[in-house]
């Protein structure tokens, strides 16, 4: 069984950085992509960025300049730094990891992290 689990969310001030993790457990073949989405308050989940095993990155245009995602294929991790926080930036953020093959899932499956509280004062 998979699991997501992600780590640094927290209470920070406009302006400041904190610095999300998500690690995915099991035995995992592959993974094709990475990424991290957010859900405001009365707002519908929308991705902030994505990275496949590749390499090659995507992020919302709310975010571009100030986010930076990275990924460890060994270790099977993604990592969302977040810079210039705002207000606006306050959700709850899920890890997703996309397209997850395993010995049950060889054509792969989607995972959901559970979700991780940034909280960007004014």
């Known amino acids: 069984q998979v699991q997501l689990v992600e780590s640094g969310g927290g209470l920070v001030q406009a302006g400041g950085s904190l610095r999300l993790s998500c690690a995915a457990s099991g035995i995992i073949f592959s993974i094709n992509a990475m990424g991290w989405y957010r859900q405001a308050p009365g707002k519908q989940r929308e991705l902030v960025a994505n990275?496949?095993?590749?390499?090659?990155?995507n992020y919302a245009d709310s975010v571009k300049g100030r986010f930076t995602i990275s990924r460890d294929n060994a270790k099977n991790t993604v990592h969302l730094q977040m810079n210039s926080l705002r207000p606006e930036d306050t959700a709850v953020y899920y890890c997703?990891?996309?397209?997850?093959?395993?010995?049950?899932?060889?054509?792969?499956?989607?995972?959901w992290g559970k979700g991780t509280l940034v909280t960007v004062s004014s």
């Open positions: 990275i496949t095993s590749g390499g090659p990155t």
């Open positions: 997703n990891a996309d397209k997850v093959r395993t010995p049950t899932y060889l054509r792969g499956r989607d995972y």
